[in-house]
């Protein structure tokens, strides 16, 4: 059986997701909204005697290196051997898709155009003569309807047509572009990648592509010839959207049709996009997410801990042996995690997905933006932030959907006071249960400080370029809730065949250190923290070792001090020990989710700067405190 | 390219050189100016005098009444794309970016430059640009070419019809082509757009 591979490539919200459902079932599907995911998403089926393997690229304007899903695109085009290129354009605004399809065309990929919002099109009285279109390109173009199926078997049937080699359209550039593409072309080492194209790229600047000419010298001359000409880049881009549209126009037939009265989409943007009801109901809606989350969240974990507990009151009175020591706490870390993956990553992902496929989460960042850029903080940061709220460590990957991972980086630090839920249940349940809730609010608030105060020192010294605000309001439209089911639960997947066998083994180590009495050993160096911090020395056992599984600390907390928190501890010293839990990298797993994603060296920055700002932080507070009332 | 749009493209070409010359333009003159092969040369003029745009007269080529007219378009086009390139480029080079473009930007969008080059005034930025009606983008001037490269796939050029629809604190929502685009206000500020009342 021969292996096929086809690529979709599309602007984001063009309905790639649908088409992928649409051709190979609900079983793996992402969409897009500008960059909620920069993951490539593959799905299998068999046609005929044809095993097809289809992968889904991000959304992207155009191929370039701009951005993170650009790169990934482009990696996905050129460093893995792909039979066919699907794009999907939008029919009312066909010359940006055919952009993208004139430098697929350049990179000599064998594409197919499938048309994807023909009726949509037609309402608004513009009518696209596909067969004229695929004259004039001489590739197939297909009009589609992944909702309903309209033309799907006739893409299917394309694709898997013999290639026959044709001659396709190509762009003309000016002279002296054409000019400087062959002068280009016969530098460049061989490889798969056509020439012209490579040498495109590089007149456009793209560094990655730099890697093909012939050696250093070479780069280091065009890179002095392109400063000479800097507008050569933009020539090539500007003839490649005039020759899109002259295309475009061409099989582009325009009706008028009745004036649209003021439909519903324009309503909900008049509130959605007004100065102060924007970000209220944006605001809103988030914190109502939020709130359902946090109930569902702790009704699990209550329902899974009585669980937990039934299952081992079987064991009887052999309560000290290490055995049902670790089974105790690994089955803790088993609970905490479920707990944490079905409502905080699940629900959460749900959520985010029928916001995106409704077309309200772009309205949210451009709401979100407005506030998140005093902190230094891009629009889109809201995504990992809010879903820090839950958990850090899918919080920590979520990051991905920034631009650069300058931003990555500097949003994947405010999680040292986003509380995660395993930190609000310390804040709730040790703080709030044993100094009472007012407290527990005052922990919030200085971890609220302490984030304010971090975010605008951090934007003083440290300043990095930040992507400006682009973005593209899609329209509004019914969601496909298989669609966004099946995007959760892939997101879902993922986090618990890492995260919680690793909360498990957190737990499990911490109970082998604890039954062979080597936390204490932690005790005697750590007095001088301690002491700054003016807690118990004994308490610098949760604290440490809260690092291993989070949700264990106030289990930790009581075993070291005695089940009476309150005499043991003042209300002041609950409030510091509820601070010092709080700021900082909140466990392991999180650490190394960070090393994954921004290596060991910043890993470890982060998390010492952390510690020790976590630790000055809370003991100045309580100092304050005290002085003051 | 296809063979029927190259020669389209020596077609206008040929009847921009004789246009501007405003007289009879001999063969041989046209050949050093168009270097493309015999065959196409010939094609295309005679295509051209079928279409009835063209008479050729012993070795020189003379405009008929209909090609003045179709050459005056061309060349008009040529101009005001010229114009429009020369801010930032070399003589030279503003000749050969409109040379290319002349062929290929759509009759919507050259109008609308035409408009803007007669019309003679500059463009304000987005940013201070009224609310709810229409105007021209006459340029961006941004030096970001990255940015650029993203507008333009947008489709946010020079020519292309453009409405603010909401202002907000952070930036500003534009109607293009269809789309609802939101832009950040410093990148506003770089695209400059004109009223001109449609």
Sequence with gaps: MKNFKILLIGQPNVGKSSLLNAL???????????????????????????????????????????SEEEKVTEKALFQEEVDRAII??????????????????????????????????????????????????????????????????????????????????????????????????????????????????????????????????IIEEVKRS?????????????????????????????????????????????????????????????????????????????????LTESLLSTFGTAEHS??????????????????????????????????????????FIVNAERFLKKLGLPGKAFIPLALGLGCTVPAIRATRVLMSEKEQFRTASFFVFVPCSS???????????YGGIRLSFYVLATSLVAGLVWAFVVKKVVHIKMERLLLELPPYRRPLIKNVFAKSWIRMQDFVYIVIPLLALGGIAYAIFDTLRLTE?????????????????????????????????????LSVLGNEISSALTPLQIYTFGVAATIGIPCVIALGMLVAEFGFKRALFLVGISIGYGVLFAGLAWRIISVLF | ?????????????????????????????IRTKIKVSYPFLSKAIESLEEAGLICIEKESIRLTEKGRNEAEDIVQKHLVLEKYFRENRSQRKAHQAAHLLEHYVSRE???????????????????????????????????????????????????????????????VIVEIKNKKIVLDRSIAKEIRVLDVGI
């Excluded at chain 1, 392109?226 to 475009?248: C, K, M, N, Q």
């Design chain 2, 109 to 171: 969008v050259m109008n609308n430059l035409k408009k803007i080059f007669t019309l003679k005034k500059e463009g304000v930025p987005l940013i201070e640009f009224g609310l709810k009606k229409e105007g021209l983008i006459t340029d961006i001037l941004s030096s970001d070419y990255k940015l650029f490269e993203r507008l333009i796939s947008m489709g946010i050029l020079p020519g292309e019809a453009i409405e603010v629809i909401h202002k907000i604190p952070n930036g």
């Design chain 1, 322 to 363: 290490i055995i049902v020591m670790i089974l105790v706490q690994g089955l803790t870390g088993v609970a905490a995690g479920i707990s944490i993956a079905l409502p905080y990553v699940f629900l959460f992902y749900l959520f985010m997905g029928l916001l995106e496929d409704i077309g309200l989460l772009s309205r």
């Design chain 1, 521 to 557: 050993v932690l005790v005697k160096p750590l007095a001088p923290i301690t002491a700054w911090l003016g807690l118990p020395k004994l308490t610098a056992i949760p604290l440490t070792f809260g690092f291993l599984q989070k949700d264990l600390t106030g289990a930790m907390l």
């Design chain 1, 24 to 66: 190979v079932g609900p079983k793996v599907v992402v969409s897009n909204y500008p960059g909620t995911t920069v993951e490539i998403t593959q799905a299998e089926k068999v046609f005929d005697d044809k095993k097809v393997e289809f992968v889904d690229t991000p959304g992207i304007y155009s191929i370039s290196d701009r």
């Design chain 1, 423 to 433: 930190r609000i249940a310390i804040i709730m349940g040790i703080v709030g249960f």
């Design chain 2, 1 to 29: 390219m296809k063979e029927s749009d190259i020669l389209r493209v020596i077609e206008e070409d040929i009847l921009r050189i004789v246009g501007e010359r405003k007289k009879r333009v001999l063969l041989r003159f």
């Design chain 1, 226 to 306: 392109l400063t000479e000409h800097p507008r050569v880049a933009e020539d090539i881009s500007i003839t490649r959207y005039g020759t899109a549209s002259f295309i475009a126009e061409k099989v582009t037939q325009i009706v008028s049709v009745e004036a649209e009265r003021e439909g519903l989409g324009e309503r909900i943007d008049s509130v959605l996009l007004h100065n102060i009801w924007g970000p209220f109901t944006t605001g809103l809606f988030l914190l109502a997410i939020f709130g359902i989350l946090l109930y569902l969240g702790n009704l699990m974990q209550d329902f899974l801990m009585g």
């Design chain 1, 88 to 217: 999907i354009a939008d029919a009312s605004s066909l010359e940006r898709g055919l952009y993208l399809v004139l430098q697929i065309l350049e990179a000599e990929i064998p594409a197919v155009i499938a048309l994807n919002f023909v009726e949509e099109a037609q309402k608004k009285g513009i009518k696209i003569d596909s067969q004229n279109l695929e004259n004039i390109l001489n590739i197939p173009v297909i009009p589609i309807n992944p909702l309903t199926g309209k033309g799907i078997s006739d893409l299917i049937d394309s694709l898997l047509r013999t290639k026959e080699e044709a001659e396709v359209f190509r762009v003309e550039y000016d002279d002296h572009v054409e000019k400087a593409i062959n002068e280009i072309s016969c530098l460049i080492k061989a490889t798969s990648i056509p020439k012209r194209f490579i040498a495109i790229r590089v007149l456009e600047g793209d560094e990655d592509f730099y890697g093909y000419l012939e050696d250093e010298r």
